[in-house]
């Protein structure tokens, strides 16, 4: 178009110059005919530069310079996902198959594209859909798409299993399909994903095993299969050695906790039904939130669980736990602030030696076998540094300290349903005490 456009102003620059001439000739009856003649080559000239600059401010629809496998990968996608689904303004909306995905502007919304500079054809490297509830299936054909380094459809409705064809895309560094209604298994191919650094699949209806090959992808820095059916034992996963956060919560994995990576920051297998000790959990270092609740772990809290330096919150809560090991110091450098441990076994008298933990603001001790009087220690706490203490549903006797009767509006606590004389009035009591009944054989030797 560009060179057309060049030759027809050559040709007019040529005829322009000859105005003048043209004008002279008119005035000479018997060169007449040459005068037309250049009179038509100039309107022709003319003509064709008004054309030219007309065709170039119209849109190009014609070639396309994406991979043709890539686009058509592109069209299986959204053909598989039910039009009804595909809201105006939503990403898929924008998808125009008569303009080039990479190169047309304002269509084509949540891609990314490559643009190679020895002029190869540009591929598509990134889709990342919004979450319109787009309905539909993930086709076979996404693995097609060899140069995805990202692939995000996210809390969307998209059903079925997750292809295989998923192991064809060794270049993902991020795999999210979060939220969504795929069923089946964990394809096997994922372990070819070797460049993987999060891997997210959680809030689905996957069921069988977690792969054991997972271990291979040693470039995970998050695994994230929580809410899903997962069942059978959680794999060794040591050999995970960058994975900061690991998401097991919330699935029907059993048996043992399994040696896990050493530099993990976040780690929640809640909601599950393993069961034996936690002594695995005791050796990382760099944990700072610590979920290990609704679960049949037993025995002895460690003192190592309680003295992780770096975490925040530790919820123990809903297992069968049936003693806390007491700290025997204080440890100011600890960062713990949450502690919750309601709804196990725990029997004896209450740990005094939480009042050594330093930043400790938030403790529940709930729904337990703990007799005995509440430490006047735990008093001192009340309203400082403690600003909720609950205790419900124990078996606790005797009289309160008195901070807890002179308890401030901003202390959260609760003493019901234990075996304690509660002065009227008192709020952290309310809801009343055990019945007689209940409280037989707690001895009380206070005054």
Known sequence: MNHLLSECHYKCAKSLIAKQTIESLDRLPSLEPMAKQLHSLLSSCLLSVTVSIVLLHIPTRVHSVTLKSDVEALQALMQAVDPVSIVRYSYLHSWDFAFDPCEAAGVFQGILCTFPTDKSANRIMAIDLDPAGYDGFLTASIGNLTELTSLRISKNNFRGPIPETIANLQKLTRLSLTQNLFTGRIPQGIINLKHLQILDLS???????????????????????????????????????????LDLSSNNLDGIVPNLPMNLRKLSLSHN????????????????????????????????????????????????????????????????RVLDAHANRLHGHLPISLVNIANLSSIDLSHNHFSGRIPLEYGAKLGSSWK???????????????????GTVAVRANLAHNCLRCP?????????????????GQQDHST
């Not at 992808?217 to 050695?241: F, H, M, T, Y």
């Not at 009227?424 to 037989?440: H, K, L, M, V």
Request: with cysteine; charged share 15%.
């Open 203 to 245: 809030q689905n209806h996957l069921s069988s095993k977690i792969p054991a090959d997972i271990t291979t992808l040693r470039s995970l820095v998050q695994l994230s299969l929580s809410n899903n059916a997962l069942s059978g034992r959680i794999p060794d996963l040591s050999a995970l050695w960058q994975l900061s956060t």
């Open 273 to 336: 039904v393993l069961s034996g000790h936690v002594s695995p959990v005791s050796v990382l270092q760099h944990l700072t939130v610590l979920d290990l609740s609704d679960n049949r772990f037993s025995g002895l809290i460690r003192q190592e669980i309680l003295t992780l330096p770096l975490v925040e919150r530790l919820n123990i809560s809903n297992n069968q736990f049936t003693e806390m090991e007491p700290l025997p110091y204080p440890r100011e450098g600890l960062q713990l």
């Open 388 to 406: 909720s203490l609950l205790l419900e549903d124990n078996f606790l006797i005797g009289n309160l300290p008195p901070q807890f009767i002179n």
């Open 424 to 440: 009227p009035n008192i709020r952290f009591c309310r809801g009343g005490q055990r019945a007689n009944s209940e409280c037989d």
